[in-house]
């Protein structure tokens, strides 16, 4: 089994890459759609958020109302804190368990992991190789309000928030362009993914031959 972290800032096209590597096969772990699953009512960061900010939080169907959620982190940094520590720390348990169990299952094939954030803990450790998508920010930006539900101001103030490119760069053992049309990120994509496929098959006929 081999893991693909792709990783990069808001609007690089990481999801992108992640789901062109799904068509090539790869399985998919996303970090984003985890922190929705890990707060659905009877998960566990579901009861640890109630308990740090009430039963106030909950909709008549008992769910978390998010808006009131995020209305209360908004005005108080101490708070976002509190709550981004209590679903990174789920989500990070989710990932380690899922590839866990794909090891466990003896899956041979390529696991894909997207992240927005690269920690060390649940990220860097798990995966074979970081992949890193950039791109220019006016292009990210543009992408984004496009996608839609995002104003100027907050996506030039979710990249100003984040690592800068460089900073994810250093973690890259591939950094992915990403500012031509979705036709040149899907051929760089399966590009890399057919060199990655050739290097792995070389390690492991090595490998074999010293077994031998
Ligand atoms: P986020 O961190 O906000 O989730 P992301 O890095 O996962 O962003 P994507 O969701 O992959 O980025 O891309 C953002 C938007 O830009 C999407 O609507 C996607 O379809 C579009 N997009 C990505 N790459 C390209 C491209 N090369 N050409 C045109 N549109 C693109």
């Given at each position: 089994?081999?893991v693909?972290g ?7 096209g990481?999801s ?7 068509e090539?096969g ?10 929705k ?7 566990r960061a579901?009861?640890?958020?109630i308990?740090t900010?009430?039963e106030?939080?909950l ?5 978390i ?14 708070k ?10 789920e989500?990070i348990r989710?990932i380690k368990e ?7 299952y003896g ?8 992240v ?14 970081v ?20 104003s ?11 690592l800068?490119q ?5 973690l890259?053992d591939v950094?992915?362009?990403?500012n031509g049309?979705l036709?040149?990120?899907?051929e760089k ?9 050739l ?14």
């Amino acid at each position: 089994m081999i893991v693909i972290g792709v990783t990069g800032g808001i609007g690089s096209g990481k999801s992108t890459v992640s789901s062109i590597l799904e068509e090539l096969g790869a399985i998919l772990i996303d970090a984003d759609s985890i922190s929705k699953q890990v707060v659905e009512p009877e998960e566990r960061a579901y009861f640890e958020v109630i308990k740090t900010f009430g039963e106030s939080i909950l909709n008549e169907d008992k769910s978390i109302d998010r808006k009131k959620l995020a209305e209360i982190v908004f005005t108080s940094d101490e708070k976002k804190r509190l709550l981004e520590g209590i679903i990174h720390k789920e989500v990070i348990r989710v990932i380690k368990e899922r590839i866990e169990l794909f090891h466990e299952y003896g899956f041979n094939g390529t696991v894909v992991l997207d992240v927005p954030i690269p920690v060390e803990d649940g990220f860097l450790n798990v995966v074979d190789k970081v992949w890193v998508v950039v791109s220019e920010d006016k292009k990210r930006i543009s992408r984004v309000i496009k996608r839609g539900g995002i104003s100027l101001e907050d996506a030039q103030n979710r990249i100003n928030s984040q690592l800068s490119q460089e900073e994810y760069m250093k973690l890259a053992d591939v950094v992915l362009e990403n500012n031509g049309d979705l036709l040149e990120l899907r051929e760089k994509v399966k590009n890399l993914h057919s060199s990655l496929m050739l290097e792995v098959y070389k390690n492991k006929n090595l490998n074999d031959g010293k077994d031998e």
